[in-house]
């Protein structure tokens, strides 16, 4: 019945229910250049078109330097920025800040899936090694395979002789898992200790809570008490 109204509606042609919507959508602007720009909002991750007119309007308000700001901002991120020669790293340089710090152990590499990682770790202020941004794991239902990933660059600086250790700090799925497995054999026939990062009970989550795959990684990885009273 619904079908038939709206068929109705546009002249009995023989529409889909997508263009229908479309066009009642369209309708509701009153300008064409309001319209685009909540079409290019409406594209960013997380951003229905409602909030994205939301935001254009907002723009609207504000004096023009404010757009000209944000406009500006994107462009020059998206012209200028770097991915580190070495560690793949987002960088206002070819050599980002973490490699071209003398103060980090070089000798200690952190591989990781992507930048967002590289801020959380960095966050934790506890780690004083240096970074390589993998740019994704290995997901076959995504289409994605070793060589979409930065690991021949990982067996390069490995086999470069200057490393002692590398931390797999890739998510905790099976995704996660895989791409592990595929670094650990990659970097076997190389002398360095190959660590992954501990897996446990989250802080201030209650046992009762916790799903029975991390409780039982957590009794695996069980640490000295005296070891965990030196790491508070
Ligand atoms: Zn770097």
Known sequence: MANKVKKLLIDGNDVTFEHYFRLMDSSKYTSKLLERAVN????????????ALRLVLHLLKQDISESEALANSLLELRKEIHHCKICHNISDQEICQVCSNPARDRSLICVVENIRDVMAIESTQ???GVYHVLGGIISP?????PANLTVGSLTQRVSSGNTREVILALSATMEGDATNFFIYRKLSEHQ????????????????????????GRSLINRTLF??????I
């Open 126 to 128: 506890q780690y004083t």
């Open 141 to 145: 239902m995504d289409g994605i395979g």
């Open 192 to 215: 360095v200790k190959i660590t992954t990062l501990a897996r446990g009970v989250a802080v201030g989550n209650e046992l009762e809570f916790t799903d029975e795959i991390t409780l």
């Open 226 to 231: 005296e070891e965990s009273l030196r790491k």
């Open 40 to 51: 290019e909002f409406s594209k960013l991750p997380g951003v229905g078109r409602k909030t």
